[in-house]
T-cell receptor, first 116, second 116 residues
Framework: AQSVSQHNHHVILSEAASLELGCNYS??????LFWYVQYPGQHLQLLLK??????LVKGIKGFEAEFIKSKFSFNLRKPSVQWSDTAEYFC??????????????FGAGTQVVVTP | DTGVSQDPRHKITKRGQNVTFRCDPI?????LYWYRQTLGQGPEFLTY????????KSRLLSDRFSAERPKGSFSTLEIQRTEQGDSAMYLC??????????????FGPGTRLTVL
């Protein structure tokens, strides 16, 4: 069965530290990959997406993610976090050929807390 | 604000009552999705419309759940005979199949349902 897993449920780090959040999926076919962020009290916002091409994608607010097909991974990174990056981060996958019309499967989310 | 809007933002109801939520997508978007999010989990897909056609509803949680999009614009999600287990955040998203935004979903703020 197709699934999406995020490795960490909670991450606490200090400002200026580097952030890496893991996302893995299980599916042998083609995927569209997304990272969404939900700031406290706000709705889900797209950080970045991968459809095809360069596996290193850059998003908003200094985030980037790398698609490693052989590892079925799409990890999110930011070199230096700020307090304002405190939020919940969701990895989402569209499994093409079965859900090409756009059904997302989301990971469980990672709550990131950045301390001053 | 030209984003996805949902109404109401919060709904408290007693067990056994019916509730209806409304979603207004971004005006030019032809696809509309409903998701449910419970605490500590990522959003879970419920159903999907392309224009007025409901093309996928197998994930609706039970026959107490129904959704409509009568004119291909706004949509409603109804839960009949609510149960305490229905307490969750109900999210709506929309997307367009034209141009470069294919499969990128824009989310509304959600309706938080509490069933007492």
């Amino acid at each position: 069965a197709q699934s999406v897993s995020q490795h960490n449920h909670h991450v606490i780090l200090s400002e200026a530290a580097s952030l890496e959040l893991g996302c893995n999926y299980s599916y042998g076919g083609t995927v569209n990959l997304f990272w969404y962020v939900q700031y406290p009290g706000q709705h889900l916002q797209l950080l970045l997406k991968y459809f095809s091409g360069d596996p290193l994608v850059k998003g908003i607010k200094g985030f980037e993610a790398e698609f490693i097909k052989s590892k079925f991974s799409f990890n999110l990174r930011k070199p230096s976090v700020q307090w304002s990056d405190t939020a919940e981060y969701f990895c989402a996958v569209i499994f093409l050929s079965t859900d090409s019309w756009g059904k997302f499967q989301f990971g469980a989310g990672t709550q990131v807390v950045v301390t001053p | 604000d030209t984003g996805v809007s949902q109404d109401p933002r919060h709904k408290i109801t007693k067990r056994g009552q019916n509730v209806t939520f409304r979603c207004d997508p971004i005006s030019e978007h032809n696809r509309l999705y409903w998701y449910r999010q419970t605490l500590g989990q990522g959003p879970e897909f419920l159903t999907y419309f392309q224009n007025e056609a409901q093309l996928e509803k197998s994930r609706l949680l039970s026959d107490r759940f129904s959704a409509e999009r009568p004119k291909g614009s706004f949509s409603t999600l109804e839960i009949q005979r609510t149960e305490q287990g229905d307490s969750a955040m109900y999210l709506c998203a929309s997307s367009s199949t034209s141009g470069s935004y294919d499969n990128e979903q824009f989310f509304g703020p959600g309706t938080r349902l509490t069933v007492l």
